[in-house]
Each structure stands twice: as C-alpha cells, then as structure tokens.
C-alpha cells in the first residue's frame, strides 16, 4: 500500500504562483507514473498533468504552459508548479500514482484562486 500525502494547497491570487507536492512512502516511487488530477465542485475529475518514471510529461490544454510537474525520485516526491493562475483553476487536487494495474490516490489538497 503506497501512501500519498500532497501539501501546499491554499489561496493564490491570479496571475500568482502555488507549488504542490506529493511525498509516496515507498521507495519504489520511481516505478510510477504519477498524475496530478483536479475536481472543481460540480464537475468531473480531470487529469492536469503526468510524468514518467524516466521523466517525460504531459499536460491538459487548460494548463499548458502554466504548469510544470516534475519528480524528485531520490525523495520519492512529485511537485506541481502553478504559475499564472486562473480563478478557473480552484479545485481540489489529487495526486495519484499508478503501477498497472495499481494505483493509489492521494486525499487531496485545495487550492482556491481568488483576489
């Protein structure tokens, strides 16, 4: 069982910056993929943003550009930059990790973009 505890959720303002990271308690980490999702009230879970174990990314339109996910593998850590944020970025994030057919999931962290 992988445990996955995100932080650095909060409030930003628009056009500002926010970092989330994702420690895995598993030195194995380096294993899996790991995604960032978002679920903003009302709606559907959406993938934000995924990184291969050897580091290759993708990223939804919506944050292209904006935002950067990266890994740690020696901290078995995976982070989230937010730049430029948007009110339409408020939801609550989720880290999630998958080994197919495994896959964890974090609590998840809020991040409310408001001025």
């Known amino acids: 069982q992988v445990q996955l505890v995100e932080s650095g959720g909060g409030l930003g303002q628009p056009g500002g910056s926010l970092r989330l990271s994702c420690a895995a308690s598993?030195?194995?980490?380096?294993?899996?993929?790991m995604d960032w999702y978002r679920q903003a009230p009302g709606r559907q879970r959406e993938l934000v943003a995924s990184?291969?174990?050897?580091?290759?990314?993708r990223y939804a339109d919506s944050v292209k550009g904006r935002f950067t996910i990266s890994r740690d593998n020696a901290k078995n850590t995976v982070y989230l930059q937010m730049n430029s944020l948007k009110p339409e970025d408020t939801a609550v994030y989720y880290c999630?990790?998958?080994?197919?057919?495994?896959?964890?999931w974090g609590q998840g962290t809020q991040v409310t973009v408001s001025s």
């Open positions: 598993e030195s194995i980490f380096s294993l899996y993929i």
């Open positions: 990184i291969q174990p050897v580091g290759s990314t």
């Open positions: 999630h990790a998958r080994y197919s057919p495994i896959e964890f």
